[in-house]
């Protein structure tokens, strides 16, 4: 019989760190080397099992036979459960909260409510928005065009999502909530950050070009 194979990782459902075993493997080979052994290099698709909440991720990383010997010598990227990819251009606290805030995204529902409101908290100091809570500030910045009126709107709602994360007496974030909340704070996020980025972006490579 075929050992059990595993592979140390951080569960993106329930945050166990854990040695998980291997429930199915793709190699979608790239290159052999046959003058050198049978020697293969492509990339390793693994499917791997958690041992305490029993749910799959899918794992992806090149392997190269002849150069490495272990997964140290490789770089794993999870492909599933899928963790945000951050949006473009954001300041390095706003970066910084919404990453953290996508760690726990598929963990705790109420921690990933408190911390998309702290990112935006960090969006409105950013700004320079005044007034006493974020709801107030949101509504400077919309007041100053600096994000659309319809933003606002749902931004407020943001902050009432926020407010039952941080406050267990009014209830509780579930995981149907989480989604909602990370496509309004991106709304946000892209609105303000990336898309003036991505302008910038295509203004210098346009610069370029012209110089050609
Ligand atoms: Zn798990």
Not at 18 to 39: I, K, P
Request: glycine share 6%.
């Amino acid at each position: 019989m075929k050992e059990k194979e595993y592979v140390n990782l951080k569960c993106g459902h329930c945050g166990n760190h854990a040695s998980m075993e291997v429930v199915n493997t793709y190699f979608d080979l790239h290159e052999s080397y046959d003058d050198f052994g049978g020697l293969s290099a492509g990339d390793y698709y693994r499917m791997l099992l958690c041992p305490a909440c029993k749910k799959v991720s899918l794992i992806k990383f090149y392997w190269h036979e002849g150069i490495m010997t272990t997964l140290g010598d490789t770089e794993i990227t999870v492909l599933y459960p899928n963790i945000s990819e951050i949006p473009k251009g954001l300041p390095q606290d706003v970066h910084r909260t919404f990453e953290s805030a996508s760690r726990v995204k598929n963990i705790d529902a109420n921690a990933y409510g408190v911390l998309i409101g702290r990112t935006l908290e960090f969006v409105c100091i950013e700004r320079k928005a005044t007034g006493d809570n974020l709801y107030t500030q949101l509504e400077f910045l919309s007041k100053n065009n600096e994000i659309p009126a319809n933003i606002t709107t749902i931004a407020s709602q943001l902050r009432i999502f926020r407010n039952i994360g941080a406050h267990a007496s009014s209830g509780e974030l579930t995981k149907d909530e989480v989604p909602i909340l990370e496509d309004l704070c991106l709304a946000i996020l892209e609105y303000i950050y990336t898309v003036p980025y991505l302008v910038k972006k295509a203004n210098e490579a346009m610069e370029k070009v012209k110089k050609l």
